[in-house]
């Protein structure tokens, strides 16, 4: 993987080229500021002052008491002062235009990623957000975006630099009717469309085995005839999402293998395609029993994590040591 190929990953060089068969995007740039902001973890989690008061848990009941009980200080006695929350003024009032230019609600990424982890603290349990205060809770939230502060060219095999040199937020169009199933990962080996995934695996749709034959022959056409012309890379992956009316938008890049999860794939079974005479390959879950844990159980990331030793694993062991306990209890039998 070239620096190149990571590059064109990113929405705001992208999304110009593919607006019009894309969903409803302003992408605006970020102060370093902000950036720093978003990177500092050497003092307690501070939410930026909204000069429109705006809160990022707008239903939570508020108790001046206890808040006061709450505020954060430096020092001791009378010399302890609370500390200043940042305030970013001018990125709040174009975050609070664009977002009522897109009908009131969206989503944000930045450069690469989403804060999909993050999504459990909001108080929808999803990435929608209508209030630059939100905006900012789940960027700040999220430990996935420090891929792209940090880690966006660790793979790469002429790395030159560790981060961009300039950040960018995107704000995408909220649309209450999205259906997940709806949506997949489609991956790009020698600029032909070898894979195709269901994007959320953690859910069997059974709609998805009936219309397969479909959705493959709408996804290649659309490959075929727009992506594969448009985007310069030999190898990477690409999100799309297929409407009702069965027109196909897309919604994401991402470079080849890394950080990009290949869903129901491996990257070694990937990596061996294309080869002549291989048909191409459509993955979808095909009954409950192949559901696969993902990031959108609304649950952070460690709970995922089924490895000896994780909270799943412990979760799991739990359960198991107190069903033995109750099927060998005189109880159990009477």
């Known amino acids: 993987?070239?620096?190149?190929?990571?590059?064109?990953?990113?929405?705001?060089?992208?999304?110009?080229?593919?607006?019009?068969?894309?969903?409803?995007?302003?992408?605006?740039?970020?102060?370093?500021?902000?950036?720093?902001?978003?990177?500092?973890?050497?003092?307690?989690?501070?939410?930026?002052?909204?000069?429109?008061?705006?809160?990022?848990?707008?239903?939570?009941?508020?108790?001046?008491?206890?808040?006061?009980?709450?505020?954060?200080?430096?020092?001791?006695?009378?010399?302890?002062?609370?500390?200043?929350p940042p305030s970013f003024p001018e990125l709040e009032l174009k975050i609070k235009e664009s977002i009522e230019t897109l009908g009131g609600a969206i989503f944000p990424k930045l450069n690469w990623s989403a804060p999909k982890d993050s999504a459990w603290i909001s108080t929808s349990g999803t990435l929608r957000c209508t209030t630059f205060s939100e905006i900012a809770l789940l960027l700040r939230s999220s430990d996935s975006l420090i891929h792209d502060l940090c880690h966006a060219y660790d793979s790469c095999s002429d790395k030159t630099m560790s981060r961009p040199p300039n950040f960018f937020l995107a704000l995408r169009k909220w649309y209450p009717s999205f259906q997940p199933e709806m949506e997949f990962r489609c991956f790009v080996r020698g600029q032909k469309l070898v894979g195709i995934s269901q994007r959320e695996v953690t859910t069997f749709y059974p709609v998805l085995c009936e219309k397969k034959n479909d959705l493959e022959v709408l996804i290649e056409e659309y490959f075929n005839g727009i992506v594969r012309l448009k985007f310069e890379s030999n190898d990477y992956t690409f999100d799309v999402y297929v409407t009702q009316d069965e027109r196909v938008k897309v919604l994401d890049f991402n470079p080849w293998g890394a950080f990009t999860l290949p869903l129901l794939f491996t990257w070694e079974e990937l990596e061996q395609k294309p080869r002549e005479g291989d048909d191409l390959d459509f993955r979808i879950v095909e009954s409950r029993c192949a559901v696969q844990p993902g990031l959108k159980t609304a649950v952070p990331y460690d709970y995922l994590d089924v490895s000896a030793g994780s909270g799943w694993d412990q979760f799991l062991r739990n359960a198991g040591e107190e069903l033995q306990r109750q099927t060998k209890s005189p109880e159990a039998g009477a």
């Open 1 to 84: 993987m070239k620096e190149e190929d990571v590059n064109r990953c990113q929405i705001q060089e992208w999304y110009p080229r593919f607006k019009l068969v894309s969903t409803r995007t302003f992408i605006l740039e970020l102060p370093e500021s902000f950036v720093q902001y978003l990177l500092d973890d050497s003092g307690p989690f501070l939410l930026p002052v909204s000069i429109s008061n705006e809160d990022a848990f707008p239903n939570r009941i508020h108790n001046p008491e206890e808040e006061e009980d709450y505020q954060v200080s430096e020092g001791s006695g009378d010399e302890a002062e609370p500390l200043s």
